[in-house]
């Protein structure tokens, strides 16, 4: 058994931690993120299916920090092989938590040297650093006192999905869409084939993680690299059992939802980019594109019920706050005229999101 930490944007980790209970992972919430113990099995699991969190780490070692001196002995001792050849590319980070007057990039530096320090003393050669694409990516913490190697089985973050190819200006992140989602209670609306409506609809990322949730298909699965594939323990069989068992989820999943998927955007270029990537991600079907402006859509009547989510501008330049004011005032007429459905909205502007006129049941911080 061996020891995981998942990362996440703050207030994500309790949507990542019900994720991996979701798939038989008992796990804990520990500061930003979520702890659990398991086998490499359920690592690879947690890739494919945890929506909300950005990296899966398995904790390598951790032990007493002093200082960087007694830190870069310790590592140059650490079975570095077992894990990795001289022949493969890596990189390092640090982050570090109440541990005083420390450049992590300097400690970054350590840690990449007693890597290289520990395969020129034992093969006479080393393996090189790619910051852009490694082939395994090491993450050291320190918090105080202590100190903790993690190994990241991810490669790259977690929102990636795999099938985008194309996106628009500023796009919110997957993980974040997530978990618009679930706190909107999409699954289980969803369940009961209710339907949804993005009025700004963008590059369509609520748009397809919705199409994703409905239809029970991992976030993980269009990804064809992870960075656990290139650790030396790494386990193709185990892989392929989990790549197999999400695959005939996904086909199940893909005639279960019989509700309907609409994408409101004013801009031609953003639908196609959308209709592209839901069509990669194997979700089109049961989707309906408006092409126009928010406010000139007219509600379709045949919609009854159903989840209202959204990323509209957030007006981050000086000045531009105060354009936006109509924009925000039309969208609350828009959603006071869907009785019948729940709405979620995204926005870092508060005095933007009350400009709408309708009371929050409830207002949840989540950090990009």
């Not at 979520?34 to 086998?39: K, P």
């Not at 090189?128 to 993450?139: A, G, H, T």
């Not at 004011?325 to 828009?334: E, P, R």
Request: proline fraction near 3%; hydrophobic fraction near 40%.
């Amino acid at each position: 058994m061996s020891k995981f930490y998942v990362t996440c944007a703050q207030g994500l980790a309790p949507y990542v931690r019900n994720e991996l209970l979701a798939i038989g992972v008992d796990a804990t919430e520990s500061g930003t993120g979520v702890t659990f113990t398991g086998e490499f099995k359920d690592a690879y699991n947690a890739c494919l299916w945890v929506r909300c969190g950005s990296r899966v780490l398995l904790e390598l070692k951790e032990g007493k920090f002093t200082s960087l001196d007694q830190l870069h002995n310790e590592l140059t001792l650490f079975p570095w092989s077992s894990h990795m050849r001289e022949t493969d590319t890596f990189s390092t980070k640090v982050t570090i938590r109440r541990a005083g007057n420390i450049h992590t990039h300097f400690a970054a530096l350590r840690v990449k040297d007693a890597i290289v320090d520990y395969f020129t003393e034992l093969m006479g050669t080393r393996p090189n650093v790619d910051v852009d694409d490694p082939d395994l990516r090491f993450y050291l913490h320190i918090s105080e006192d202590r100190y903790t190697l993690y190994l990241d089985m991810s490669g790259d973050p977690l929102h990636k999905r795999g099938f985008r190819t194309e996106q628009g200006a500023a796009p919110i992140k997957e993980n974040l869409a997530a978990a618009l989602l679930y706190r909107s209670n999409w699954p289980e609306k969803a369940a009961n084939n209710e339907n949804f409506i993005d009025p700004l609809c963008g590059a369509g990322t609520i748009l397809i993680e919705a199409a994703l949730m409905a239809r029970d298909i991992a976030p993980g699965i269009y990804r064809n690299d992870f960075g656990f594939m290139r650790w030396r323990h790494f386990k193709k069989a185990e892989w392929d059992e989990c790549y197999q068992a999400a695959k005939q989820r996904a086909v199940e999943g893909e005639a279960r939802y019989e509700g309907t998927l609409v994408g409101v955007e004013r801009s031609s270029m953003m639908i196609g980019i959308t209709k592209a990537n839901a069509d990669r991600a194997r979700v089109l079907k049961n989707m309906v594109f408006k092409h126009m402006s928010f406010q000139d859509y007219e509600r379709d009547l045949s919609l009854t019920t159903g989840l209202i989510a959204c990323n509209p501008p957030y007006g981050e330049r000086l000045g531009e706050k105060e354009h936006l004011v109509n924009t925000y005032m039309d969208l609350g007429d828009f959603l006071r005229d869907y009785e019948g459905f729940n709405a979620g909205v995204i926005t870092s502007s508060p005095e933007l999101g009350r400009v709408m006129g309708i009371r929050a049941k409830k207002i949840n911080k989540f950090w990009n």
